[in-house]
Nanobody, 125 residues
Framework: QVQLVESGGGLVQAGGSLRLSCAASGDTFSRYSTGWFRQAPGKERLFVAAISRLGSNTNYLDSVKGRFTISRDDAKNTVYLQMHSLKPEDTAVYYC??????????????????WGQGTQVIVSS
């Protein structure tokens, strides 16, 4: 099993940037594909980005392509989501996710077995 703890959320003006971090503990982090999902108030949880084991493949929600970048540092057991050009519609609770699947696409489609507690991102207009 792996435990996930997110950080880096906060309040930012539209057009600004934030970097979310997700620290993993427990099992060997490099065995997991990881990703980020988000949930806005009153809406379902949606996929945002994923990165495969070893970082060989990434996958993004169309609306964040070119603005968000997912990366991982297996030496630090951490996955990051760098967010630029933030928009009010990016406001949500962002959740880190991890799964033993080798594929970023599979994590996007099927979800993950392990989740963090979430970190709030608020983008003001």
């Amino acid at each position: 099993q792996v435990q996930l703890v997110e950080s880096g959320g906060g309040l930012v003006q539209a057009g600004g940037s934030l970097r979310l971090s997700c620290a993993a503990s427990g099992d060997t982090f490099s065995r997991y594909s990881t990703g980020w999902f988000r949930q806005a108030p009153g809406k379902e949880r949606l996929f945002v980005a994923a990165i495969s084991r070893l970082g060989s493949n990434t996958n993004y929600l169309d609306s964040v392509k070119g603005r968000f970048t997912i990366s991982r540092d297996d030496a630090k057991n951490t996955v990051y989501l760098q967010m630029h050009s933030l928009k009010p519609e990016d406001t949500a609770v962002y959740y880190c996710a991890a799964d033993r699947t080798p594929s970023a696409v599979a994590l996007r489609v099927s979800g993950a077995d392990y989740w963090g507690q979430g970190t709030q991102v608020i983008v003001s207009s």
